[in-house]
């Protein structure tokens, strides 16, 4: 789904708390300049509002007496509804970070970020790229890892050609495709296949895990200046 950036971005709010929608529709509305479609807290509804409303995103709650929200995750993608979807959550737990970046979400923030940094995000993820909560993101570089050693991600990184490793650098921004065509002026396909061969290379699943990879091993690099060490060939 593109976004129309002349338009306001519109949202579907999931959450079984109605001062916990209330709160973040006005937050959305009347501070980020957002468009709230539709909220609920009523799992089987959510179907039905994707496709009347047609949104840019949907936010999810994890957990609702109803139904949790990788259940209903599943259900709309069963029902051929594509709209992205983003966790919002009081849960930091690596398990259902893990869950949910595998059912693919466009995102996991935490119910405590600051307000701003909440409509920062939720603009980002509709607008395609990827965000996870700052405070996740150990756990999540952690996770990734899953006790690779550090020379065999060297490795990995080092199979990349040039072009790879310009793109790998955009996805470590949290970059659309469509973004790193166009930075890189070149074409959104060629985009798609430079990203899976990204995948395939470092032998990841998502290119969330490839972004993380990637600032971690930034952070590693010396002097921070480059994402890579470049390793003779």
Do not use: W
Request: proline content about 3%; hydrophobic content about 40%; aromatic content about 0%.
């Amino acid at each position: 789904m593109s976004v129309d950036e002349a338009r306001p971005l519109s949202v579907v709010l999931v959450d079984d708390h109605s001062l916990c929608r209330n709160g973040l529709t006005d937050l959305l509305q009347h501070r980020g300049g957002m468009r709230v479609a539709a909220s609920t807290g009523d799992a089987s509804k959510v179907c039905g509002l994707l496709r009347e409303h047609q949104p840019d995103l949907l936010v999810l709650d994890l957990r609702m007496p109803m139904g949790d929200g990788l259940s209903v995750l599943r259900q709309i993608r069963a029902e051929g509804i594509d709209t992205p979807v983003l966790i919002l959550t009081m849960s930091d737990a690596q398990d259902d970070l893990a869950a949910a970046l595998h059912a693919g979400v466009r995102g996991y923030l935490l119910k405590d970020m600051e307000p701003e940094d909440v409509i920062a995000s939720i603009g980002r993820a509709a607008r395609g790229e990827l965000v996870v909560a700052p405070a996740l993101t150990l756990k999540l570089a952690q996770m990734l890892q899953g006790g690779r050693p550090g020379q065999e991600r060297q490795d990995l990184l080092a199979s990349l050609t040039e072009r790879e490793r310009e793109i790998l650098e955009h996805l470590a921004r949290g970059e659309s495709n469509k973004t790193i065509a166009r930075a890189l002026d070149i074409s959104h396909d060629t985009v798609k296949l430079h990203v899976r061969h990204i995948l395939t290379k470092l032998n990841l699943s998502s290119r969330v895990e490839a972004a993380v990879l990637a600032v971690e091993q930034r952070g590693a690099s010396a002097g921070g200046d480059s994402l890579f060490r470049r390793t003779p060939r």
